[in-house]
């Protein structure tokens, strides 16, 4: 009997444990909203970029600067915003290939140090080859940038195309 309420004991503060440990969940968010929440730093630092850092939050909802917290952002994923890592293994899902992208999924490298991890927005194809693509993203010296990137298209580049799960449509 004793070895039993024992095991009970273990038992309820491991799962006590494993549930505190879960990631928040996210608001659901339509692709729509996402690519108009992304664009919204484009312009929000006085008509110019919100600027980059890794220590820093930007306005009232208080999301850090770099591109994991913009990804957060963009996605209404809890603030000060998620790690590049959590996004890659709790936030997203695996798609089969770079092909598989749609608006407002993420192409992502989670590997290496806080310098090396980065998470872009996918918003569409650059060309019909797909050669490239369009993509927000928040990066050192610029800032949140829309521009054209081949991240994820050259193989062993570590990128890697995921679509966030709380986003439908």
């Known amino acids: 009997m004793r070895v039993l309420a024992m095991a009970a004991a273990v038992l309820v503060a491991v799962s006590t444990t494993l549930v505190s440990a879960l990631p928040a969940q996210a608001v659901q968010i339509s692709r729509q909203d996402l690519i108009a929440r992304a664009k919204t730093w484009l312009t929000a630092n006085n008509g110019g970029p919100v600027p980059y850092s890794q220590e820093l939050f930007w306005g009232t909802e208080k999301y850090r600067q770099d591109c994991s917290g913009y990804v957060s952002m963009a996605a209404r994923i809890g603030a000060p915003g998620e790690r590049t890592v959590e996004l890659h293994d709790y936030f997203s899902t695996k798609l089969n290939s770079m092909n598989d992208l749609r608006w407002g999924d993420i192409v992502v490298d989670p590997v290496g140090t806080r310098t090396t991890r980065h998470v872009v927005i996918f918003d569409k194809w650059a060309d019909p080859y797909k050669t490239a693509y369009w993509a927000y993203e928040q990066r ?30």
């Open 140 to 169: 050192n010296t610029y800032g949140t940038s829309h521009r054209v990137l081949k991240y994820g298209l050259t193989p062993g580049d570590g990128y890697v195309p995921r679509k966030l799960n709380n986003v439908i449509g």
